[in-house]
């Protein structure tokens, strides 16, 4: 069969634009269904040892990790109180009183966890004890592998999810 002219700049222009709307398609689809085939292990941040955390000594740990965004890769940021208990156990509490979102701290003296802001108080389970919490504390996703704690932060970790 011969080639003219024409058909050979037809053969060219299907060709390209096969070609760039694959690629284009090959984006939009990457985009959409993304975060459909999620690797189990995603968004799991590594925390510390448990064999560290004294039993019944609540302690902060501050956590950085890099997330990958739509776009990019972000650093997130936070931290978490964990209370150790028996047995290779722990609760992992979100920093924040379930009142108005306020750093708590713990007074070891008391045996509380206590929030500045408006009087909240907490026990060592994160049960209301008294003030205006409408709840208990928020508790964080955590897991133990080989004695390594990993926490999943949630959307619980932004002030605007904490209305």
């Known amino acids: 069969m011969a080639v003219n002219r024409r058909s050979f700049m ?3 222009v299907w060709v390209a634009t096969s070609v760039a709307g694959g690629a284009l398609g090959g984006v939009a689809g990457g985009y ?5 085939r999620r690797d189990e292990g995603a968004g799991w941040i590594p925390l510390t040892r448990l064999h560290d955390i004294l ?3 609540p302690v902060q740990i501050p956590y950085r ?5 739509a776009w990019r890769t972000v650093w997130l940021s936070g931290s978490v109180w964990l209370v150790a208990g028996e047995q290779h156990s722990v609760t992992v509490f979100d920093p ?9 701290d713990w007074h070891g003296d008391e045996g509380v966890f206590r929030c ?4 909240g108080v907490f026990d060592i389970d994160g049960q209301v004890l008294e003030g205006p919490p409408p709840r208990p504390l928020d508790r964080v996703q955590g897991r133990v592998v080989d004695d390594q704690l990993l926490i999943k932060p949630g959307p619980w970790d932004s002030m605007a999810d904490k209305t």
């Open 65 to 69: 990790d890099l997330v990958p965004d």
């Open 32 to 36: 959409i269904f993304g975060n459909v």
């Open 10 to 12: 037809e053969r060219i």
């Open 55 to 57: 039993p019944g000594r």
């Open 96 to 104: 924040h009183c379930t009142h108005m979102g306020c750093p708590y």
């Open 116 to 119: 500045p802001c408006h009087g």
